[in-house]
Structures are given as structure tokens and as C-alpha cells.
């Protein structure tokens, strides 16, 4: 990991992968907007201890999707949060709007003015910067039919999972059951009634989910470990005819009975990546990542969604190479990871 000598020299300090287990910040020239387009100077940024490890790691199956992911030197980062200073001709954002894009961890970027969500004045910038993130999750419960009264059991509580676990309540699950094989994670989850935490390295999570159901097992499991290992097993904790949501992204292949795990109880298999929102809002579909974005910010505001707690590292961007190196080596107690990168 190499650290420069001063990043608040830099014109653009840039968090880059040059390779793999290399972590670098580089100076880059501060973008111009297009005509379309916001230059945003950025507050903080979010780090993805799911995505970005594992392409920082290198540790994904050669010839898969992830092959273009991680093209080295790979921008890191893709949740930014930051405030508008610079607005091409045809935006419609005015400086001094406070935005959110999917955007690299620097100092500024671009982003096209359709593409940014304003962030309300009552939601503070970590909150924002786990927009992306909400907005995953929110179309994973989306495309998962989580339905009031279920029973819905969340596989890893990463940040992924933790949201989901919030997110599955507020949609109307009954009960929502959490799993993990680290204790410390279990502690984030919400002291609400309905959520129960299953420590997998102490008990069955499928006896939990049966103690939890009388019996009738789960309606929809999320897969948020990330560990194709992992997913076989999962499929006991469903009812017959539940639902599988793939929202992680394994790196790796399954090896699965489809007549056993899948065909016989006649479960669906849902794949849930972000890339699956809806382009434009139309009638029939009108959940885009503009409008869970929004949604997001409306819970925040009106406190039915609480994410403060869930906050365990925040660093100025200067320490990205040491922050990342740690979080290679031990990710266990790791939740919501956010660069700060305000001027003093």
C-alpha cells in the first residue's frame, strides 16, 4: 500500500488499485463538467468492503464478470457524497447543492446532473453516503415480493444485510431472522421486536428459523455472504415454494441438487443486482435508484430508519492505503466504512 507524502498537495487526490493488494493515491488533474454534467466536491465517500476487497484481493474466478470489474488500475469506490461547485450549461443542479452519485473516491468528480440525487438538508453526509447501498438493498426486497406477515431470513450481516434486515421489516415481514458466524456483527442488529440474530457458529440456523416459524420454515432467505459455499445450505432454511434472493455477488461457482434443492420444493432463485433498476420511471415500473434513493432519505427524516449505529470506520482520505490493508486482513468487524474528505 504506498501513501504519498502530503495528499493535501494533490489537485485531485484519487483513491487507485493500480493491482492487485495495491492501494495508491494519485494526483489527477480536477475534471471539467460537460454540458450535462456537475463537477462535485466531495464530503465523503463510502467504502464497499464487499465489492472493492474482492477486486483490491484479486481473489475472483479468471474469464467471470468480475474480470471487468477489476481492470487494473481499477478507480475505487462508487459511493460518493458531496457538495455541487461547478454546473455545465444544460445541468439543472445549481452549485451548492449537496448531492449523492455513483461516483470514485476523489476529491472532485463528475457526474451527469439525471444522475444525482439531492441529499435533504436533515440527512447528515454519512447517512447519505449509504444511499448506494440502500438502494441495492431496496431492489433486492423489491424484487424478492417481501409481503407483509412473512418470515424473511437474512444470510450475513455486512452492511448489505443489515439494511436488509431494516429494510424487510419496514416492508411488513413479520419476522426477520439474521445470520451470522461473527457475534460482533450480530450486535448491530436493531433491538426491535420481530428481529431475531442467530449465531451460526453456536446454533443451527435452520432449528432457529423452525423455533421462529412453528415449523413452517422461511418465505424468502437473502444470500448476503458473498461465499458460494455458503448457498447450498440456505436453501433449508425455505419453506416449499419460497424464495431465494441472490443479493451479495458470489465470487465463485455453486455446486447444487437443482432437483433437490430447487425443482422438488419448487423455489424460486431471484437475482438481484443494482444494474436491474428500472432505467426510467414509467407507471409499470417506477421504483429507480432515483426513487429508492428518495425513499432511503424519507425514512432517515422521519426516523422509521435509523443508521448512525451502523457506522465502525470513518477515516480521512489521506489513510486509505493503511485503512484498506487492514480491512484485507481482517473485515470481521468491519459494517459501514466512509472516507472523510472535507477541507479543516
Not at 4 to 12: A, G
Not at 56 to 65: A, F, I, T, W
Not at 143 to 152: A, I, L, N, Q, S
Request: with cysteine.
Amino acid at each position: 500500500m504506498t501513501l504519498p507524502e502530503d495528499p493535501s498537495d494533490m489537485d485531485n487526490p484519487t483513491v487507485v488499485f493500480p493491482g492487485p493488494q495495491e492501494v495508491e493515491i494519485e494526483d489527477r488533474e480536477r475534471p471539467a463538467p460537460a454540458a450535462d454534467e456537475v463537477l462535485v466536491e466531495t464530503d465523503t465517500s463510502l467504502v464497499s468492503t464487499g465489492t472493492e476487497l474482492t477486486i483490491l484481493s484479486g481473489d475472483y474466478p479468471e474469464e467471470s464478470v468480475w474480470d471487468d470489474y477489476g481492470t487494473y488500475p481499477f478507480d475505487a469506490g462508487y459511493a460518493n457524497v458531496g457538495t455541487v461547485v461547478e454546473a455545465g450549461g444544460d445541468a439543472d443542479i445549481s452549485p451548492g447543492t449537496r448531492v449523492a452519485t455513483w461516483s470514485p473516491h476523489a476529491a472532485y468528480v463528475t457526474a451527469r446532473a439525471g444522475d444525482c440525487v439531492v441529499v435533504p438538508e436533515a440527512v447528515t453526509d454519512d447517512q447519505a453516503s449509504l444511499f448506494a447501498i440502500a438502494q441495492i438493498v431496496m431492489n433486492g426486497v423489491r424484487r424478492g415480493r417481501v409481503d407483509w406477515g412473512e418470515t424473511v431470513v437474512v444470510y450475513g450481516l455486512g452492511i448489505l444485510g443489515q439494511l436488509a434486515v431494516r429494510v424487510c421489516h419496514l416492508a411488513g415481514a413479520e419476522t426477520v431472522v439474521g445470520v451470522d458466524l461473527a457475534p460482533e456483527r450480530i450486535d448491530y442488529l436493531p433491538d426491535t421486536p420481530g428481529v431475531v440474530g442467530v449465531d451460526a457458529s453456536a446454533t443451527d440456523p435452520v432449528d432457529a428459523v423452525e423455533d421462529a416459524t412453528d415449523g413452517r420454515l422461511a418465505d424468502v432467505v437473502f444470500e448476503v455472504t458473498g461465499n458460494p459455499e455458503a448457498i447450498p445450505g440456505e436453501f433449508e432454511a425455505l419453506r416449499e415454494q419460497g424464495r431465494l434472493v441472490l443479493l451479495s455477488s458470489p465470487h465463485g461457482k455453486t455446486t447444487l441438487d437443482f432437483h433437490d434443492d430447487v425443482n422438488a420444493p419448487s423455489v424460486e432463485i431471484i437475482g438481484a443486482h443494482q444494474t436491474s433498476h428500472p432505467p426510467v420511471e414509467t407507471p409499470r415500473t417506477p421504483w429507480t435508484k432515483a426513487r429508492h434513493a428518495g425513499l432511503f432519505f424519507s425514512y432517515l427524516r422521519r426516523d422509521r430508519l435509523t443508521v448512525d449505529d451502523l457506522f465502525s470506520h470513518s477515516r480521512p482520505y489521506g489513510e486509505a492505503p493503511d485503512l484498506y490493508a487492514s480491512l484485507l486482513d481482517d473485515r470481521t468487524g468491519a459494517m459501514a466504512v466512509r472516507l472523510q474528505w472535507e477541507s479543516d
